[in-house]
């Protein structure tokens, strides 16, 4: 079983996923925010290669990126990184996604990029801008080589748009909580938590719950209801603004745990059993 | 509207051969099949078909007029040269014709705001007057830089009841204020219309913008018809997103003229400061299709320049893309300098003041003079396809230095 695998099946309470970029705020803060967070209880990690030109990403997103570009991070880098968090203890195990945009990725060659992210230890991957109908060569390379490839749900999506990208989805799915590009929001809306049900009722495979996810009160709000909590924006406002960036997101990443932590205090069941 | 004519491209799927395609938010997913279907229906209701045909003619000012050019073919050395005029059009550029029937679709669709992505300007206030005429909100996404290179337009969108919001992100140019008007579309896609102002964006936007101005070319085949010329021997067009150009070629692409897109050389192709995408551009995706593209090794989007707002783009329609692949178009490229020129020479020998973007197509007439491809007597229809206004304070600041030219 891989380690995300692992991670998905033995879950009994909503996933903390925290969203890095590559590169940022510096270049060489990536490998110490990444273990301090590792540490500090993220089930998965998910680092963001950086695009000139990010669709769906909000201003502080849009930011961070523009910021790694200019300190110099490309897709080789960001390989290279995570074969260094491979190669230290406190990362060896903690599942690695990749968030980035079709170009660069096309750019860099479609089956060197695969080929080049197994052998760096990448888990899965997450592009944005590549919808399932679009992504036949992609999925497949991803498939043959055991990287997940995770599309996003949308909450306009009518029901058979649901069926098809979860089916799409090697191991999980995202939903995207509000129409919108990423960025932190105040409140969880009633009607996130609606979508989150009917992906509940339509999809086989787990889903995490992404955009616009601020802290623990919307982990404590959102996670009954998916796998799992990417907060991105927030965490990425935090390393803007922290004199200690991988301290203080750690600090931000132990909060998510502890709330994910008291979800599953609420008796969810285990991914696995809810599927028999 | 004659747009049920067979379609061999797009497929489906939206792809010319290996170009186009949807590569966007999943969030627009919905949207965009949402949008393909109520086109499609559009085109099978002969209400819409008649609705868009009254508003050409009657609010627009179709047909336009085709413009033998006496003394500029003589300044070229005797061939033909007819320019087709859009900027003789409402607003000034052609950009009309694709704002007209996109609002008509907005309208069909329910939904109460209409946004855009302008450069120039041309298109911005395209949208805005059409969005003033139907009573729909309209908020249009303009690159700061753009913003002080084209005042005038900025002034007249919002004399019409629009919003431009300046967009201070990236190359602050067309690129990025198309970043926004996505984004804006991703958040407000339940009561929002994005009209995208050129022949690119995700299917079925290059499909059905070309759609919408085929007219140009068509128009150009009946008005050669009534002077009892079958068939030009060139088209000539200039390409930003590639908008006026398809409009101008698509009636004519199985039949004898030759095609040819003149897209900015900005500084000079060797100066890296252009947006000659097609010339020098790679295969890659931007603003949800794959087409050519000015990109770095690393696949980050590099800054396009042109001294024309309306070309500063460095992306072009996947269409193109696929035209220049097949071999069945050919694109070249002209300078800053040579378009200001050109500019110059059409205001003093035909007393037109064409927009910087159509005077790239005049400057390359010169160039073909100058190597001898035009010969005396081959018909050439040239799309003018804006006019000019709105790029002189800008040309006074350039002629006044002179030595930049």
Redesign the interface.
Known sequence: MSRLERVLRQARRPLVIPFVTAGFPELDSTLDIVTAIAAAGADVIEIGVP??????D?PTI?RSS?RA?ANGV???WVLDTVAKLRALPATSAVPLILMG????????GLDRFLDDALSAGVDGLIV????P??AREYRQGCQQRGIAAV????????DE?IVT?DRASTHFSYC?SI???TGARAEVQARTVAFLQRVRALAEKPFVVGFGVRGAEHVLALGPYADGVVVGSALIEILEQAADPAAAAAAKVAELRAAADQVGDGAQPPVEERQQ | MSTSKSRSVPDK?GKFGRFG???????L???LLELERAYEEALQDAKFVQQLENLRADYAGRPTPLYRAERLSEELGGAQVWLKREDLLHTGAHKINNTIGQALLALRMHKTRVIAETGAGQHGVATATVAAMFGLECVVYMGQEDIVRQRLNVFRMELLGARVIPVT??SRTL??AT?EA??DW?????NTFYIIGSVVGPHPYPMMVRDFHTVIGREVRQQLGAHSIGAPDWLVACVGGGSNAIGLFYDWIDAGPRLIGVEAAGHGLESGQHAATLSVG???????ARSL?L?D?????QLAHSISAGLDYPGVGPEHAWLQETGRASYASVTDSEAVAAFERLCRCEGIIPALESAHAIAYLYQMAERGELRAGEVVVVCLSGRGDKDVAALAEVLGKGDER
Do not use: M, W
Not at chain 1, 151 to 158: I, S, T, Y
């Open positions: 695009f000139s030109d990010p669709l769906a909000g849009q523009e570009l490309t897709v080789a945009y079709c170009n660069p990725i096309f750019r860099y944005p801008d590549l919808p109908e679009e599309f996003l749900v949308a909450p306009n999506a009518p748009r990208v995207v129409t919108g590009v | 799927a395609g949807r590569f966007v938010p999943e969030t997913i919905p949207a992100s990236g690129k990025d970043n996505i984004r991703v958040t407000n896609v339940e790679t295969v890659g995706v931007l603003h949800g593209l990109q090794d690393d696949g980050q989007v």
